[in-house]
């Protein structure tokens, strides 16, 4: 009875040893044992060609999610590896920056303008990775392994401007968080958009209202009572905050808005829809267009700034018909914009440092406190 006690021990710690082994290698030998096993490799010690860098949130953050699934789909398509880096909650990213160029990064996707402060110091420091930053633009002299990829705001602004006027609103307003080049396109496609619209339709009292006010919620929420107020009946929104706040005085006096940037779904009666910003396709877009097989930077020796839009796939409009609230304008209408947009018939003007070419919209600045 001993022995045979004995006999299961024995198998029990060959099976131990053996469960152990299988974290690393194991050095040929007769007899393995855990001295002569060796070092577990940690899956984070790996190599990764292509490298997400994520806020605290990691990808329970629904935009760095939806980079990471880009990543991954990319990645298995084209035999590379990937891994994604979480951010500490005081770290700017350097940190992770580092991680992944050590491990291999050829790539290094930075999802948002947060990292517009870092990516110029990141790129000299790592001359053998390029970066892709996402949907900002910093100032000029970037290295050239730098890549910023935007999205045409003044696409955007057209889209929300065309379908306003034809569903039948003749004051439009736009509702921003600063007054910036970034924000002027949004308006100046918004006024180009229901300009078109307005001869189209041979309309003559459209107008377009618009405000800029902090990236606070609740003086988001008054600029926009302040527009409603002004006869606004519908408000192009951009940014999260300012869309939650004009959707709550949206909601308060039975308004609408139109979302820009992402889709939004809280605001299902107050809300026409949103026009996204396909991160998702711009990724993909941009490696496959812009790098080599090898994941190098495909340049002339700078760095690269790329607007994408409609005609790249990565300004859309949600495909669920829950998330399409418009009463009088069919997504047939819509289909039928985008498609002369992707195909050139419809010229949006794209500058800030001059005013749009419009014939029939009058368009003016609300100031807080307005009548």
Known sequence: MKKLILIIVSLAAAVSVSGCSLAGEVTETSNPTVETAAEPVRIDEKDYELALITDSKGIEDEADLKIWKSIIAYGD?????????QTEDNSDGSAEIEQA???????IVLPDPSYRDIVKNAGEKYPH?????????????LPENVMCVKFKEEQAGYIAGYLSVVEGYKCVGFLADADNDRNTRYLYGLVQGADD??????LHDVTVKYMFTGGDEKRAESAANELYKNGVEVIFACNDNIVKGSGKAAKDRKKKIICGEKIYSDFSEEMLTSIEFNTTKAIEYSIKNYFSDDLDLENDGTSMVKALGVENGCIDIPKDDELWNFKKTD???????????KNGEVE???????????AAVVYEEIKSGSD
């Open 77 to 85: 398509s084209n035999s590379k590896t990937y891994k994604y880096y």
């Open 101 to 107: 160029a050590d491990h291999g990064a050829r790539i």
């Open 129 to 141: 990775v390029s970066f892709i930053l996402l949907d900002d633009q910093p100032e000029k002299g």
């Open 197 to 202: 619209a307005t001869q189209k339709l041979r």
């Open 331 to 341: 997504r047939g209408t819509c289909e039928e914009l985008f498609e002369k947009i």
């Open 348 to 358: 949006i003007f794209d500058r800030t440092d001059e005013l749009p070419p419009i």
